[in-house]
């Protein structure tokens, strides 16, 4: 009998192991979108606040490149989308759907200074309509606990 117990938890332990290492090469059968060689979750680059040299970070990006889609976003202001870097010089489809999985597009920060609000005045203390601990009108007063 433990001979039997001791290949059931053995067959269970090298079924656990072949399922654990399945999980960790991910759906594709290997390395999955937004991850680098060493298996690690990259960070997307947010192209609209990136730097030259964050953009650089990406595969097939060189400095010429990079600043294209600087240029670009300053003269025409924040990307509404990934699908229009194509109008950036330099990138045509295929770069484009190498670079999608590694890059999106967030919210671009307005440069212009903020209109200092007007001071709120405080408000006037709040007083209880019944004090606490005195009974409400037509309530009879209580008798003690």
């Given amino acids: 009998m433990k001979k ?20 960790a090469a991910g759906e594709e059968g290997g390395m999955g979108a937004g991850q680098d060689g060493s298996g690690q979750v990259m960070e997307k680059v947010d192209i609209n606040a ?49 670079l999608r999985e590694q890059i999106t597009v967030g ?7 903020m209109e200092p609000s007007a001071p709120m005045e405080p408000s006037p203390p709040m007083e209880p309509e019944q004090p606490m601990g005195e009974p409400m009108p037509g ?3 209580s008798t003690g606990y």
């Fill in 107 to 113: 919210e671009m920060q307005e440069t212009q200074p």
């Fill in 50 to 98: 990136a730097t030259v040299e964050e953009l650089q970070s990406l595969p097939g990006m060189d400095q010429e490149l990079a600043q294209n889609i600087i240029d670009y976003r300053e003269a025409n202001g924040p990307f509404g989308s990934v699908e229009e870097l194509i109008s950036v010089e330099g990138i045509d489809n295929e770069k484009l759907d190498a």
């Fill in 139 to 141: 309530e009879s007063p």
């Fill in 4 to 23: 039997y117990t001791f290949m059931v938890i053995g067959a269970l332990i090298v079924m656990l192991s072949f399922g654990g290492m399945a999980y």
